[in-house]
């Protein structure tokens, strides 16, 4: 097994989707980037990340602490890798940098690799180069390489035809197209289900379940334990995380994990946290009527940013509850622990806010914290020390008015 560190950099901006993960742990495809590397290499030696988010990621088991005693070279790779599996590694005393000067991948002793996370530069003895690869910058890239990415992950995934566990799309009635198509044993389908596999493979993981009469299109992974309401309608270039229940028209949209848009109400081209809750007849726009270049503001107090995307939806972090028929406009943010209960929110949404008729207010963390405790209560999860102390800080750091 290679011997290799992913490395965080805190580079980029993310915003909502990196507040309480490193981007190590964002779902870019079917796979977070430490899925997916490790799939690659095996196991990392470590997962460094930025420090406001190191007692987060230990808490969920990432290994993190690099041993300075050991002079063994390490292939370090950063977490915003931009591409497919890399077929070679630098040099040994050398590392790749980007255009921006940021370390794409390096093989460097633990001791410079610690000496680059605490200075924010590589030892002078360590040869730098132009890098073959690139690196993540901005969400709406995520999106931009979502049909590769997912499609890649999704070879990583069911590497070999299917054993014990898994059956053959090719083999069932309810599969159109000639893509491969996996689904779990402990996986139901309801009846009339359609499988699409026309422009490409769908995975259907353990225990999840698709209601009667919904109609799958590949690409697409459906992530362990989640639930597709009966007549959904799920497009193309989709992830549904694991533990989510989804319904109505998703197409192009990545789910985190934990996540609940089971009504009827149309979402595309959109990135969705854990713990988002989607009230009946929520929607949002993925298209101006212009036709045009779709610009976001990640947080309100930023100035817009072109995508170079014509469709793009919305950007929700974690926590973020949306009540009945509210109207989503293209290339909108929520930040994470909003409540947002108008018909016509604005497209920029910082964290923690309460949206009402009556105004923009600071959402209470007491009364946050009930919430989050009550939803994550029905799912059998809790939240840790350093999961609170994290969204403790967040909210200290938004708070207003």
């Known amino acids: 097994m290679t011997r290799w560190v992913l490395y965080d950099d805190g580079g980029g901006r993310f915003t909502p989707m990196t507040d309480l993960r490193s981007f190590a742990e964002v779902r870019t495809g079917a796979l977070t980037a430490v899925e997916r590397f490790t799939r690659w290499w095996g196991a990392p030696q470590a997962v460094v990340v930025p420090g406001p988010l190191e007692a987060l ?20 790779v950063n977490a915003r890798w931009r591409g497919a599996r890399p077929e070679v590694w630098p040099e040994t005393g050398e590392a790749w940098h980007d255009s921006e000067g940021a370390v794409v991948a390096a093989s460097i002793p633990p ?18 180069v ?7 910058r901005r969400p709406w890239e995520v999106l931009d390489d979502l049909p590769d990415r ?14 014990s566990g898994e059956s053959d799309g090719g083999r069932r009635d309810d599969v159109v197209g000639g893509h491969r198509v996996v689904v779990d044993s402990t996986a139901k389908l309801g009846c009339g289900v359609v499988l699409d596999a026309t422009e490409g493979p769908i995975s259907i993981a353990a225990g999840a379940s698709v209601g009667h009469g919904s109609v799958l299109h590949g690409p697409l992974r459906l992530g362990a334990g989640s ?7 799920l497009k ?3 992830v549904i995380g694991p533990v989510c229940k989804v319904g109505g028209e998703i197409g192009a949209t990545i789910f985190q994990g934990h996540a609940n848009k089971v009504h009827d109400g149309h979402l595309g081209d959109s990135w969705i946290g854990e713990w988002v809750n989607f009230g009946a007849g929520t929607t949002n726009s993925n298209l101006l009527n212009t036709y045009g270049e779709v610009s976001m503001r990640l947080e309100p107090e930023e100035p817009s940013e072109r995508s170079g995307r014509t469709a793009m939806g919305c950007l929700v972090g974690d926590h973020v509850k949306f009540a009945i028929l509210v109207r989503i406009m293209t290339g909108s943010t929520f930040g994470t622990g909003s409540m947002v209960a108008v018909t016509d ?6 964290r923690f806010r309460w949206l009402t008729d009556r105004g923009d207010a600071p959402y209470r963390l007491d009364r946050f ?20 102390a994290r969204l403790e800080a967040l909210h200290a750091a938004g708070r207003t008015g």
């Open 227 to 233: 639930v597709v309401a009966d007549r959904t309608q």
């Open 369 to 388: 914290l009930e919430v989050m405790a009550t939803a994550q209560s029905r799912r059998g999860v809790s939240a840790g020390p350093a999961y609170l």
């Open 236 to 238: 193309a270039n989709t």
């Open 345 to 350: 929110p604005p497209r920029s949404v910082g």
């Open 57 to 76: 990621a230990a808490e969920r088991g990432l290994p993190t602490l690099v041993r300075a005693d050991d002079e063994t070279p390490l292939h370090v």
């Open 130 to 136: 132009e890098a073959p690869g690139r690196l993540y």
């Open 111 to 128: 001791q410079a690799l610690l000496e680059l996370v605490k200075h924010g530069e590589l030892p002078a003895q360590v040869r730098r």
């Open 150 to 163: 997912l499609a890649e992950d999704l070879e990583l995934l069911h590497p070999v035809h299917p054993e």
